[in-house]
């Protein structure tokens, strides 16, 4: 069992700079896959951002490439998302999710992805 908690989030004007973490109790945190997913009002979740167990190999969404960088500290089970140049179109709820894939390619789909924390807002203003 994983639980994950996030925090970070916050209101930012258009430009800045913000960093989620996400904090997972258990002691395999080391074995997951770790996402992150957002959910603007209106929309459907969608994925962010991926990074494998080791922390080798990440994946991006094309909307975010290049702004935004995803990371993690095992050591401290610990899972960061550093956002830079933040559009107003980046505002929704961010949420985290761990599973234990074994490709990159699956990092973006929502189904294989075990647990989910509830969510941070993150709300960028023009």
């Known amino acids: 069992q994983v639980q994950l908690v996030e925090s970070g989030g916050g209101l930012v004007q258009a430009g800045g700079s913000l960093r989620l973490s996400c904090a997972a109790s258990?002691?395999?945190?080391?074995?997951?896959?770790m996402g992150w997913f957002r959910q603007a009002p209106g929309k459907e979740r969608e994925f962010v951002a991926g990074?494998?167990?080791?922390?080798?190999?990440?994946r991006y969404a094309d909307s975010v490439k290049g702004r935004f960088t995803i990371s993690r500290d095992n050591a401290e089970n610990t899972v960061y998302l550093q956002m830079n140049s933040l559009k107003p179109e980046d505002t929704a709820v961010y949420y985290c999710?761990?599973?234990?894939?074994?490709?990159?390619?699956?990092?973006?789909?929502?189904?294989?992805?075990?647990?989910w924390g509830q969510g941070t807002q993150v709300t960028v203003s023009s």
């Open positions: 999710a761990a599973g234990l894939l074994t490709t990159t390619q699956a990092m973006i789909h929502m189904h294989v992805y075990d647990y």
């Open positions: 258990g002691r395999t945190f080391s074995h997951y896959t």
């Open positions: 990074i494998s167990w080791s922390g080798s190999s990440t």
